[in-house]
């Protein structure tokens, strides 16, 4: 029994021996980007002291003004590389090395963007007791490769100090009651996926005064 235990055990020590930490090179890190931002990438694989590789990259750069061009030397292997993306379409990044080769694609989007108010909307003048017009605004834009939109409308009498309108969830601001001062009106949106927060330019609404 004993002898039986013995073999087993050195059979796992050398199967462990012949084990690299990373079987196979590989490379981690954000695959949906926003242009001119910084992104770190983790590089990964069976390294030895005779190893070498070169990362090379598409629709952006490398973050480090030493590296001329789009790739790297052929050089011992690296932890990490930050990327600058820098143009709209895909792209990629992709390791030539001795131990394997590798490749990450990323899809560039835009930063995001609050859109924009339809110009009728952005000044009315209404009478007391009027309901104005709807305070319409287009859709936003960026913030993610598949974007998921939260609305939150906000009013300010002195267009500094905003307040949240409770139930004022929706892509336009419908009014149900005239308001009893001038108004400052805009649209804070958030985009779940990165937490991202814009705000549309704000409308105002002014109120006629009548002389009795």
Sequence with gaps: ????????????????????????????????????TVYQYTISGPWDSTATMQVCVT?????D???KGNCTEQTAPLGAIQIVWSESGNGSISI???????SLQVQLTTALQPGVLNDHVKFQMVDSGTV???????????????PSYQ???QRSYNAVAWEDIGEANDQDFIFT???????????????TLSGTIVYSEPALVGLNLRNN
């Design 177 to 191: 009651t005239s308001p009893d001062h001038a108004t400052y009106y805009r649209r804070k949106t958030t985009e």
């Design 96 to 102: 030539t090395s001795t131990k394997g080769n590798a």
């Design 65 to 67: 003004t030493s590296i």
């Design 151 to 153: 609305y939150q409308w």
């Design 1 to 36: 029994m004993q002898k039986s235990i013995n073999l087993t055990l050195l059979s796992v020590l050398i199967i462990a021996s012949f084990s690299p930490a990373f079987s196979q090179v590989a490379i981690s890190g954000p695959t949906c980007v926003v242009s001119g």
């Design 132 to 146: 104005p017009a709807t305070i319409s605004c287009s859709l936003p834009t960026g913030g993610s490769c598949n």
């Design 59 to 63: 629709a952006g750069s490398i973050a």
